[in-house]
Each structure stands twice: as C-alpha cells, then as structure tokens.
Nanobody, 124 residues
Framework: QVQLVESGGGLVQAGGSLRLSCSAS????????MGWFRQAPGKEREFVTA????????VYADSVKGRFTISRDNAKNTAYLQMNNLKPEDTAVYYC?????????????????WGQGTQVTVSS
C-alpha cells in the first residue's frame, strides 16, 4: 500500500518556473523508482522523467531535457520536479508514480502506484 500526493501545480507565464512535489507514504519509499508523467487534453498520458531508487540515475523525455530536473529526498519520502523555462505545450495534468523494482522506468505499465495529479497551466 503506497499513497502518492502531488502538489505545487498552478498557472504560470511562459518562461517561468514551477516546482512540483510528490509526497509518498511508508518507509519503503526509498526502494521505489519514481516517475513523472503528464496528460494534456485529448492526448495520451506521456512520460516526462524518472529517477532510480537511489537517485543515482535519471532519464528525461527529449521535450523537457535541459529544462526539467527530477530529484528525490528519501528521508522526507518526497520526489520533486523542478520545471524551468516553461512553455505553453507543457500545459497538462502532471502525475507522479512509483515503480516497485527501483528502476527509472519510462513506460506507464512499469509503475505500480499513481498520484491524483496536479494541474500545470502555462500561458503565452
């Protein structure tokens, strides 16, 4: 039983920054890989970034490389997504997810637990 809660979404102008947080329950947080996905209206949920259980490995979608940074603090049971230089095409509901093998996985099917999502809207 793992519960994830996202926070930090909101409305921001293009070029601005936002930091999302994902708070997880339980002592076993440190054994899970963590990922961020997003879903825009009328589109499929897509991979954004992921981090391994130790925090030592990260992977990013090409669309966000150089702009977004994923991190985690296992002592606080929290994962983060720092988003810089935001663009209107980043507008979506952002979801965090936990993966039991500890890998920084890139596919939706690899993840076992999902948060409720937080809305990010980037205006032009």
């Amino acid at each position: 039983q793992v519960q994830l809660v996202e926070s930090g979404g909101g409305l921001v102008q293009a070029g601005g920054s936002l930091r999302l947080s994902c708070s997880a329950s339980g002592r076993t947080f440190s054994t899970y890989g963590m990922g961020w996905f997003r879903q825009a209206p009328g589109k499929e949920r897509e991979f954004v970034t992921a981090i391994s259980w130790s925090g030592g490995s990260t992977v990013y979608a090409d669309s966000v490389k150089g702009r977004f940074t994923i991190s985690r603090d296992n002592a606080k049971n929290t994962a983060y997504l720092q988003m810089n230089n935001l663009k209107p095409e980043d507008t979506a509901v952002y979801y965090c997810a936990a993966e039991s093998t500890g890998w920084a996985a890139t596919t939706l099917g690899a993840y076992d637990y999902w948060g409720q999502g937080t809305q990010v809207t980037v205006s032009s």
